[in-house]
């Protein structure tokens, strides 16, 4: 059987191009001209520098029928999550339908007469087949089959942005036999955190869930989604988020990380701030380490890099302009969701939190004076890394008077758990530790009327949560024999706890199988609200989705066309 053999240099530039293609197209649609065309010019510069850098020779091989059947898995979970309007479609597609209509139909930028209003929101990941939709109705004049081949477009578009992604994990991971593709695989569909047994502990209510069939919602006020739960829910931030941290991870160099998140602003403003947090974090952790080489002049050369300097100067400013004007950011709710006061810290938990503090700083003041010896040890680097973790947790705890019994389960099982079992081989790197710690944090910060800004700004940190756990049972399974004690043991365990995890993806795909059984046909497309020139059914507008006073905002006054 013929092999394909893919060289990393292809899927980095075709990855590069698939986050700054819609940039292009909204500076082009959106923007003024005078702004556009430096903008423009800057982006096809780095594009094609990118295309003639060289790189360590990194490649995926596979048989020609391998891929085809990893294709075709692409296809069907993205068939399975509505991509296309073929199948069963979540709620929040109505408002995502509304939103890539008004792309096809409307003049770029979208203005609603009805409710005076501008479009405003994470557009990116839309605008390409919402291009091509509209050519099909300036061809036709027919609306339907405009909608109807966008939806198309649109699908190719996410099942494009999937296999970014897994090439990309593929190349991170570097699994020693072409067999352990297919783990990569099973680990990137089924990754999720262990919302089945959140369930059973918080005591949910079952019926609830036969209706809803939602098992993430089973910590109110905290959520982690998993990858199916990105794709099937928020497919729009979700997928250019995976192919922006999975670029991240298997970057050299600094040097191109302001052009990475200026071009995800636009399609995943919460994933853009996670994997920024990232980016930083790693960024000092570099820094140090040139420093203590005395390998500093190069590192600095790669951090005002062109690429860095330009994007902050062309690209970054528009994104950033254009998305502050939205409404919701201005209705930011706190505490929406506590609950009742037996679930808030009792003075017992307070009690072992202060224990915690004095335990966590006497152990640090241990681990200071041998931090010579860290450097050496990974025992030692994990008991200070876990440190400063407890210690930035008593700081979530001390900083949120609200904050709820519930959130210690939810961060062990939706990540904690995984976290300690990949500690046997990661924990001498300092972004294990980066995740944990985002991932501490996110849960306490409130942007808007929902809890957006905790399931999108961790996708990042999860999807590199994901990797390294498909690493870990790759290396575990081609090299099994040299596995001894804890990490034989914590490998087992982890994979026992993916299993546990995967019925959450496992039940967001059968409910769109349950859905189209009870109503006798797979035309399930939510598409309800056709629009957002209108005003919603309680009297106001969608103003998660617009900006209320456009007129008066930065972007209109020195952006907009």
Same mark, same amino acid.
């Given at each position: 059987?013929?092999?394909?053999?893919?060289?990393?240099?292809?899927?980095?530039?075709?990855?590069?191009?698939?986050?700054?293609?819609?940039?292009?197209?909204?500076?082009?649609?959106?923007?003024?001209?005078?702004?556009?065309?430096?903008?423009?010019?800057?982006?096809?510069?780095?594009?094609?520098?990118?295309?003639?850098?060289?790189?360590?020779?990194?490649?995926?091989?596979?048989?020609?029928?391998?891929?085809?059947?990893?294709?075709?898995?692409?296809?069907?979970?993205?068939?399975?999550?509505?991509?296309?309007?073929?199948?069963?479609?979540?709620?929040?597609?109505?408002?995502?339908?509304?939103?890539?209509?008004?792309?096809?139909?409307?003049?770029?930028?979208?203005?609603?007469?009805?409710?005076?209003?501008?479009?405003?929101?994470?557009?990116?990941?839309? =605008?390409?087949?919402?291009?091509? @939709? %509209?050519? !099909?109705?300036? &061809?036709?004049?027919?609306?339907? +089959?405009?909608? $109807?081949?966008?939806?198309?477009?649109?699908?190719?578009?996410?099942?494009?942005?999937?296999?970014?992604?897994?090439?990309?994990?593929?190349?991170?991971?570097?699994?020693?036999?072409?067999?352990?593709?297919?783990?990569?695989?099973?680990?990137?569909?089924?990754?999720?955190?262990?919302?089945?047994?959140?369930?059973?502990?918080?005591?949910?209510?079952?019926?609830?869930?036969?209706?809803?069939?939602?098992?993430?919602?089973?910590?109110?006020?905290?959520?982690?989604?998993?990858?199916?739960?990105?794709?099937?829910?928020?497919?729009?931030?979700?997928?250019?988020?995976?192919?922006?941290?999975?670029?991240?991870?298997?970057?050299?160099?600094?040097?191109?990380?302001?052009?990475?998140?200026?071009?995800?602003?636009?399609?995943?403003?919460?994933?853009?701030?996670? =994997?920024?947090?990232?980016?930083? @974090? %790693?960024? !000092?952790?570099? &820094?140090?380490?040139?420093?203590? +080489?005395?390998? $500093?002049?190069?590192?600095?050369?790669?951090?005002?890099?062109?690429?860095?300097?330009?994007?902050?100067?062309?690209?970054?400013?528009?994104?950033?302009?254009?998305?502050?004007?939205?409404?919701?950011?201005?209705?930011?709710?706190?505490?929406?969701?506590?609950?009742?006061?037996?679930?808030?810290?009792?003075?017992?938990?307070?009690?072992?939190?202060?224990?915690?503090?004095?335990?966590?700083?006497?152990?640090?003041?241990?681990?200071?004076?041998?931090?010579?010896?860290?450097?050496?040890?990974?025992?030692?680097?994990?008991?200070?890394?876990?440190?400063?973790?407890?210690?930035?947790?008593?700081?979530?705890?001390?900083?949120?008077?609200?904050?709820?019994?519930?959130?210690?389960?939810?961060?062990?099982?939706?990540?904690?758990?995984?976290?300690?079992?990949?500690?046997?081989?990661?924990?001498?790197?300092?972004?294990?530790?980066?995740?944990?710690?985002?991932?501490?944090?996110?849960?306490?910060?409130?942007?808007?009327?929902?809890?957006?800004?905790?399931?999108?700004?961790?996708?990042?940190?999860?999807?590199?949560?994901?990797?390294?756990?498909?690493?870990?049972?790759?290396?575990?399974?081609?090299?099994?024999?040299?596995?001894?004690?804890?990490?034989?043991?914590?490998?087992?365990?982890?994979?026992?706890?993916?299993?546990?995890?995967?019925?959450?993806?496992?039940?967001?795909?059968?409910?769109?199988?349950?859905?189209?059984?009870?109503?006798?046909?797979?035309?399930?497309?939510?598409?309800?609200?056709?629009?957002?020139?209108?005003?919603?059914?309680?009297?106001?507008?969608?103003?998660?989705?617009?900006?209320?006073?456009?007129?008066?905002?930065?972007?209109?006054?020195?952006?907009?066309?």
């Amino acid at each position: 059987m013929k092999e394909l053999r893919i060289n990393y240099k292809s899927i980095r530039l075709g990855s590069f191009l698939y986050l700054a293609f819609p940039v292009v197209l909204f500076f082009i649609g959106f923007v003024k001209w005078n702004i556009t065309l430096p903008a423009i010019l800057f982006i096809g510069w780095i594009v094609f520098k990118l295309g003639r850098e060289k790189e360590a020779p990194r490649y995926v091989t596979f048989k020609i029928n391998t891929l085809f059947i990893v294709i075709v898995a692409f296809i069907l979970w993205a068939y399975l999550g509505g991509q296309g309007g073929l199948f069963y479609q979540t709620s929040d597609w109505n408002e995502r339908n509304a939103i890539f209509r008004d792309l096809i139909q409307f003049d770029w930028p979208v203005y609603y007469p009805k409710t005076d209003t501008m479009l405003t929101y994470y557009i990116g990941h839309w =605008l390409p087949a919402a291009g091509m @939709g %509209k050519i !099909i109705y300036i &061809l036709s004049s027919n609306r339907v +089959l405009a909608f $109807q081949i966008g939806n198309l477009f649109l699908a190719l578009w996410t099942i494009i942005g999937i296999l970014f992604t897994y090439l990309l994990m593929i190349i991170y991971i570097q699994p020693k036999s072409k067999n352990l593709k297919w783990i990569i695989l099973i680990v990137f569909i089924g990754f999720s955190g262990m919302d089945v047994i959140g369930c059973v502990l918080e005591k949910w209510n079952w019926q609830t869930f036969m209706e809803w069939m939602h098992l993430e919602w089973w910590s109110p006020g905290y959520q982690f989604s998993s990858n199916t739960t990105d794709l099937f829910w928020v497919f729009n931030q979700a997928i250019p988020a995976w192919v922006a941290t999975m670029l991240f991870l298997n970057e050299n160099s600094p040097k191109n990380y302001a052009f990475i998140i200026s071009c995800l602003l636009l399609a995943a403003t919460f994933p853009a701030v996670g =994997l920024a947090v990232l980016m930083i @974090g %790693k960024y !000092i952790g570099d &820094l140090i380490r040139v420093i203590h +080489l005395r390998s $500093q002049k190069q590192f600095l050369v790669e951090t005002f890099s062109v690429s860095n300097i330009g994007a902050i100067l062309f690209v970054t400013p528009s994104m950033i302009a254009y998305l502050l004007m939205n409404s919701a950011i201005g209705k930011t709710k706190e505490n929406i969701y506590l609950l009742p006061d037996q679930l808030l810290l009792t003075s017992t938990m307070k009690g072992l939190i202060l224990g915690m503090s004095i335990v966590g700083l006497i152990g640090f003041a241990y681990i200071w004076k041998r931090r010579k010896e860290i450097q050496t040890q990974k025992s030692l680097k994990f008991i200070l890394g876990s440190l400063i973790l407890l210690l930035l947790l008593i700081g979530m705890v001390i900083t949120h008077p609200e904050t709820r019994r519930i959130y210690f389960v939810f961060l062990a099982l939706e990540c904690g758990i995984y976290w300690l079992c990949l500690a046997p081989d990661f924990a001498n790197r300092y972004l294990y530790y980066l995740i944990a710690g985002t991932l501490l944090v996110f849960p306490m910060i409130h942007i808007g009327t929902s809890i957006d800004f905790c399931m999108r700004a961790s996708i990042p940190s999860l999807i590199i949560l994901t990797t390294l756990c498909a690493k870990k049972i790759c290396d575990w399974i081609y090299n099994g024999k040299k596995f001894k004690g804890i990490q034989n043991i914590s490998t087992i365990f982890l994979v026992g706890f993916l299993c546990i995890g995967s019925v959450t993806p496992i039940v967001e795909m059968g409910r769109g199988v349950y859905k189209a059984m009870e109503a006798g046909t797979t035309s399930l497309q939510a598409d309800q609200i056709k629009t957002l020139n209108k005003y919603h059914e309680t009297g106001r507008t969608y103003y998660n989705f617009v900006s209320e006073d456009y007129k008066n905002t930065f972007f209109y006054r020195n952006y907009a066309k």
